[in-house]
């Protein structure tokens, strides 16, 4: 069993596990402690000097993210001496960076502007001409490096030693000539996470910049679906659109990273292109269509449902309560792309709902296998209507058209589709719009089994109805 140590923090009781970290404890506990070079998926460097404490007994002041937490201990960071020390260490941190938060993509969530508005430092100490470092700096991977803004926590450089093993950042020369080097264009998979941790707005994402003030957004706390892993995000978004999906903290699967492919998941749910109602093919063209012509064109044939592995449990469960234990159904999985596993977190299988799907597929007595697909495949006839749920994510369209080459020999073809018109497309007669991941609420089951939870945000497609809602039509 862990052991717990009991200990005072400016005066209050609080609880931690014993040999703990120290700054972490308080945080925990909900204390406020300035930190920038701490992070608790990072080794410790204790190089900011922010989290400053004195402890009873103890002559020297010390960082709390170097120390363990042990029974008894008395500790303080609310003294002067200790404000005094934050404040001196904060105006060094100041001292050559620009401050040029107008126009800095981390306003409103950086560490440096909180600290230095709090503590009143607005106007720089500095007498002597500032240092000046390279701006604007593209160092890969959709990350932007500004040099002069950097305050040298080396938490990027210990992410790219210690998480990615890649070692592409370094921090080159000494006193205020010191700085991020790029040894080599990053490279990694994991890159994206730079931005997050850089407690400044040193590192920033290529694809974030500029694009929205962090305080016109909100977040929607759900599930990765870019691969079987499952990893907790949030996505940021407003009634505009979303425009970031960053990690959340999951000990169980993703700890505090995800991966760079996982950073584009939300790109269809508010792109122009996305079909925002259901529509006809005229002639290569998509217009949009009347429901109850849909409905009259369906009538009297026989339909056969292709779904794809991105629908949740809830909506598989409606689907074959509704209309697929009586139909011909067949599962869609999208291919293995790169390794099994990359030893981080992401998996070549990118069906998210893999489990779910063939766990409502065996409940519905169907089969879920690609050789059920082949033989619905293998028996479209002329008097057929195929239903083509489109997987949310086609990280191979090549392989999702030769599906689509398949379906030809079928009178009718529908799409039911949460993104884009993809060219490929003009196969179908019609397009139905159907939810995304960030416009429903439901489950999946990752790679190990475990049950992860989507959640809507805004609605961007107004017109999108569940695939059971479709589903109902069919004559079956
Ligand atoms: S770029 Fe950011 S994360 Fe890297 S050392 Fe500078 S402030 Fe820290
Ligand atoms: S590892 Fe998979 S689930 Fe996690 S962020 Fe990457 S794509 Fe998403
Ligand atoms: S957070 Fe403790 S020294 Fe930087």
Redesign the pocket.
Known sequence: MTEKVKLKWNGKDIEAVKGSNLLQAALDNGQEVAH??YHAGLSIAGVCRMCMVEQDGVPRPFPACNATCGEGMVVRNDTPKIKAAVENTLQFHLLNHPLDCPVCDQAGECGLQDYYMKHGQYDSQMIDKKVHKEKVQDIGKNVM?D?E?????????R?TEEVTKTFE?G?LNRGDHAE?TVNEELKNDYAQN?VD????G??TSKDFRFKQRVWFLEEVYTTCIGCETGCSVKVSQNKNGAYRVKPVFDETVNGHWMCDDGRQIYKHVSSPTRLQVASENMNGLFVPADELNIKEAVKGKKAKFILSTSLTNQEYERFFHEVGSKAEVALYTLPKLGADFDGILKRGDKNANLRGAEHAFKKAGKDSTPAALDKLLNSIGSSDVVYVVVPEILYNEDHFNTLLTKIEKASMRIALTPGETLSSMKVFNYLLPVPSFLEKEGDIVNFSGDIRKLNAGLSYGETTKDISYYGNWVNV
């Open positions: 920038y070079c490096l040099a803004r950097c305050i040298l926590c080396s938490r990027c450089t992410f950042l921090i991020i730079l941790i850089c407690p400044v040193a590192l």
